[in-house]
């Protein structure tokens, strides 16, 4: 039997097809209506679908409450989903057709898109709790669809045998600015600002004008469009030499060819020395003329025109009996004939004369008989002087074959410099050391008119927009395939936190490892949802994407690399400020103070800022320091909600002994039910976290909920909350812990597909600490000497130490802190301490500096101002120590003193209502009284019941509404700012 798709009313529902699984997917959404059988829902998903084939389908039930797998098909007709459910339909392969594999959900009826999942349940392959509130969630977060690259990315293709990935030229191949022509090599990327020794577009070959010789080349820097500035030759000027031209394009379509490289010139250089010796006896007696002796060489193929060079290294001259200088000549002949062979053709004989002694060129330059490849012959006429006052010695330095045809045949615009140069003393034949600064002019975000403009940048978020899109890619990605707002965040990112990226990429590399690199100089790595291209950006996050805890998760483990660090890390780079030689920056491991012994190397590719480097490798130190271990767990199910860099809150047993999480059976006021126990000590604090929904339906989101709990000591499987707030739902998973770690902060690093449909997350502490500490770094001082750095680290002085901090008065007003520092451990003696304030949440900051020793005075505050510091220390050479964690003190002009509390005080219970008699010492401080009431004794979880105005030594009766019940109720006398007396307790009362 073939189910018909049934036709759809107007009030039709949406299906979402998810093109991979994980929320870091794309998705199309289709509709189905309300009322249909599961059989009827996959008829109208695959109408196309032969009967045999759904039999190899999985459909999954998926609401609130969990999911539920339908294996039978013939139960298909007889279940028809409600409206909130979603169906989420996959075809299971057979052989090796897993690549066509189509995952597809269903939503019947108007259900909600865009929830993250919570609640009980065993969780997605991709990191995320699968039940709970799910309706709606599938369509949001994704799943897998066909595509063979896409499938691929989770399952890999066999390599063929043999086929291995040609591995990166090393990142520092420039040695001495050395010029060089690669046949079928790679054309060059230039991303950002940095030195260049371009590549051969073309040979260059000779020219002989006169007595002279000229050098033409042709260069690239590769892909246009690329700004050039400060061209040389090794460390000079190309201005400093003689008789230079250049002819430059920066690789725009509009481009005009270069006229100073016109056609295609292949030189061979030969240095063969044309003889005619004499005939001589075996005692070197000359007895006669010597034959002929021809040298021949063969030109290019399909060539219209042919040139030889020829050199008179001793120059051509000829001296008499007297010493007078006269004039000699040299007879050549030139002759050719097809390369396949044939009668030989004079071309011509020439009678070359000169009364030079120095060294000069000749060349004789002509046309071909047709196009081809010919075998040229060049023979001495002249026989051999046979004195020594003749100097007429002869070479053969190079044949040139010409072809009329522009030198390059490359569709992309490329930025060229044609140079023509005479050959002198400053300058060998061969021109292989020319050089210049290179900047790649790109879309950049410019982030004062809100728009990406085509100009010079060094931001990766631009490169790696530009790796996309650029001429490059041969498969360059529309805008719509990227997340430009992504992009345009990291970049502002990038921007603010001085991340650059600065590289020649001359090498081999595919597109997925090049938008790696250059992520990575941006603190970022690059993701694909399967429709669209963004990145993962390590910054501190305060969105809880989800909870991941053993309640939703299996397998969990956890492991530490115990390692000993190095003194330092050796960082080779390109240096900037010294013309882009390269260096080496040693960066002292954290709090190592002694001699550097053990380094490691780092490589930071694209960096060229000796400040960025250390920084970066600092950085990197930091992470070492503060993500020890690796988290891993799996999580089952059909759809996730976190992916790839996404902040979740985790809680284990094994990692901390208070954790627990726990599901929600019943909620009842403030109180929730949970199906297993806790343990609470008393004066302990808690709390738990849970997921809730906020909104409903496309605008439905989720958000991590935190909540005190009433400390009662013991073993409980109930907990009341504390306090006002959001209350979890029946069904929902909890973490209970202590109050402020009730879970654990962690990224995810990474999501592997599991078996059936599984995945396995692999999880990093977050570590906000990371870059609290990055961004305090201050480089010392860089001066790109060989262990320049190794000298100045030992000079670096520790961060001080805080001796005390007492409020400052300018009479009787308090309007600062005074700050005594005294030296902390290790490190050079502090010359000077800076200290560094503001008010508390503040975005600006002040200085000051005092000579190590004295006090640091800070004004301009007010009475109960709370003042963040930080302080570092500089010693006599210069070198300054990093930035301390930021401290907060309060300017107080003298002890906050509570009010006296009531001296009596009654209360009586009515309907609804409390009556209170109340008496207030005689302290003039007193304005308020508050009264509350609780169901407990001690007061916990009070509700307050009104706050009024009074005064000292004074009778006050007031009634009051109250709900039913029996309460405790207690009253506090308030100052007018709102500073409380200890509690009273009035008593008990029953309020019908």
């Known amino acids: 039997m073939t189910l018909a798709a049934p036709a759809l009313p107007d009030s039709s529902a ?7 699984l994980g929320p870091d997917a794309g998705r199309r959404e289709l509709v189905c209506p309300q009322g249909l059988s599961v059989a009827e829902i996959v008829a109208f998903a695959l109408p196309e679908l032969a009967d045999v084939q759904r039999r190899r389908l999985r459909v999954w039930l998926v609401d609130g409450r969990g999911e539920l797998l339908l294996a039978d098909p013939d139960l298909w007709p007889r279940i028809r989903p409600r409206a909130g459910v979603r169906v989420m339909i ?8 897993l690549r066509n594999v189509l995952l597809i959900a269903v939503a019947v009826a108007a259900t909600a898109i865009g ?22 969630a599938v369509a949001a977060a994704g799943l897998a669809v066909a595509g063979s690259m896409l499938v691929n990315a989770l399952i890999p293709p066999k390599v063929a045998a043999g086929q291995t990935q040609q591995s990166e030229k090393p990142l520092f191949q420039i040695s001495s600015w050395q010029n060089s022509l690669t046949l079928d090599g790679v054309v060059p990327s230039v991303l950002g600002k940095v030195r260049i020794a371009p590549v051969f577009a073309a040979p260059s070959y000779s020219e002989i004008v006169g007595d002279d010789q000229y050098v033409r080349a042709l260069f690239t820097f590769g892909y246009g469009r690329v700004q050039l500035s400060e061209l040389k030759i090794k460390d000079t000027p190309l201005s400093a030499f003689d008789e230079v031209e250049t002819e430059i394009r920066e690789g725009l379509a509009s481009d005009d060819p270069v006229t100073l490289y016109p056609s295609q010139v292949i030189e061979d250089g030969l240095g063969a020395e044309l003889r005619r010796d004499r005939e001589r006896d075996d005692a070197g007696t000359i007895t006669g003329t010597g034959p002929v002796t021809p040298v021949a060489r063969f030109t290019a193929g399909d060539c219209t025109e042919a040139n030889v060079i020829l050199h008179f290294p001793g120059g051509l001259i000829h001296y008499d009996g007297g010493g007078t200088a006269r004039t000699a000549s040299v007879e050549i002949r030139i002759r050719q004939r097809p390369a396949a062979g044939g009668d030989w053709e004079e071309v011509e004989t020439i009678t070359f004369s000169a009364k030079k002694r120095e060294g000069f060129f000749r060349q004789y330059r002509w046309t071909l008989p047709e196009r081809g490849r010919y075998e040229i012959e060049m023979a001495r006429i002249t026989d051999e002087a046979i004195d020594a006052n003749t100097s007429d010695r002869v070479v053969w330095l190079a044949l040139q074959s010409f072809r009329p045809e522009y030198p390059l045949n490359f569709g992309p615009p490329l930025s060229l410099v044609a140079v023509r140069v005479k050959a002198t003393y400053q300058l060998n034949s061969s021109l292989e050391s020319f050089n210049a600064v290179a900047e790649r002019l790109i879309p950049d975000w410019d982030h004062e008119t809100q728009s990406w403009v085509t100009r010079a940048t060094r931001n990766p978020a631009s490169h790696f927009r530009h790796v996309l899109q650029g001429p490059e890619n041969t498969w360059a990605e529309p805008d719509s395939a990227i997340d430009l707002q992504a992009l345009t965040d990291w970049h502002d990112f990038c ?33 694909y949802d399967g429709t669209r291209w963004s990145v993962v950006v390590d910054r501190p996050s305060e969105l809880v994407i989800a909870h991941v805890n053993s309640r939703n998760s299996r397998d969990f483990a956890w492991r530490r690399s115990y390692i000993e660090p190095p003194d330092a890390f050796r960082v080779r780079f390109l240096d900037e400020t010294a013309d882009y030689q390269q260096r080496e920056r040693i960066v002292r491991w954290p709090g190592h103070a002694g001699d550097i012994t053990v380094t490691e190397e780092l490589e930071l590719p694209g960096k060229t800022d000796p400040d960025e480097i250390w920084i970066e490798a600092r950085r990197r130190q930091y992470e070492a320091i503060h993500r020890p271990d690796i988290f891993t767990a799996v999580q089952d199910g059909a759809v996730r909600t976190a992916t790839r860099g996404d902040l979740v809150k985790a809680s284990y047993e094994v990692l901390k002994r208070t954790f627990a999480a726990l599901r929600v059976t019943a909620v009842r006021g403030q109180t929730i039910s949970l199906d297993g126990w806790v343990e609470m000590e008393a004066g302990g604090a808690y709390a738990v976290r849970f997921m809730k929904q906020v909104g409903s339906g496309d605008a439905a989101t989720f958000q991590s909920v935190l909540r005190t709990v009433r400390t009662d000591a013991g073993t409980r499987d109930s907990l009341t909350l504390s306090g006002a707030g959001d209350m979890p739902e029946a069904g929902v998973i909890v973490q209970f812990g202590e109050a402020g770690a009730e879970s654990l902060d962690l990224v995810i690093a990474g999501v592997q597909a599991g078996e059936q449909m599984s995945n396995v997350l692999t999880m990093l502490a977050a570590a906000p600490i990371i870059d609290t500490l990055t961004d305090a770094e201050v480089p010392p001082a860089w001066n790109g000497r060989a262990g320049g750095d190794a000298a100045a680290s030992v000079a670096v002085p520790a961060v001080p130490v805080v001796s005390s901090i007492e409020t400052h008065f300018t009479g009787a007003t308090a309007d600062g802190l005074t700050v005594l520092l005294v030296p902390g451990t290790g490190g050079a003696t502090p010359a000077t301490y800076t200290l560094r304030h503001r008010i508390s949440g503040g975005v600006t900051w002040s200085e000051a500096s005092v ?29 300054v120590s990093a930035w301390s964690a930021t401290v907060s003190a309060d300017v107080a002009a003298e002890p906050v003193v509570p009010p006296l509390p009531i001296t009596t005080g009654t209360v009586t219970g009515g309907v609804e209502e409390a009556a209170f008699g109340l008496s207030t010492p005689n302290d003039p401080s007193i304005a308020k009284i508050a009264l509350s009431y609780s169901a407990y004794e001690d007061g916990a979880s009070s509700v307050a019941i009104v706050t009024f105005e009074a005064a000292a030594n004074s009778n006050y009766t007031r009634t009051e509404a109250v709900p039913s019940g029996a309460w405790f109720f207690f009253a506090r006398t308030l100052t007018a700012d709102d500073v409380v007396s200890p509690v009273f307790a009035l008593g008990g009362a029953t309020v019908d």
């Open 115 to 136: 929830q993250v999942w919570v609640g009980p349940a065993l969780a997605t392959a991709t990191g995320s709790a699968l039940f709970g509130q799910i309706a709606g």
């Open 90 to 97: 996959r075809i299971v392969p057979g052989n090796d057709t």
């Open 495 to 527: 921007r603010i936190k001085g991340l650059k990226y600065d590289r020649d990429r001359n090498f081999e590399a595919s597109t997925f490892d090049a938008l790696a690199e250059i992520a990575a100089a941006g603190r970022a790595s690059p993701r």
């Open 851 to 879: 000579p190590a020793g004295g006090a640091i005075v800070v004004t301009g505050y007010a009475d109960g101002d709370t003042v963040e510091i930080q302080r570092r220390a500089t010693s006599k050479e210069g070198y």
């Open 14 to 20: 949406r299906v979402a097809v998810i093109p991979v």
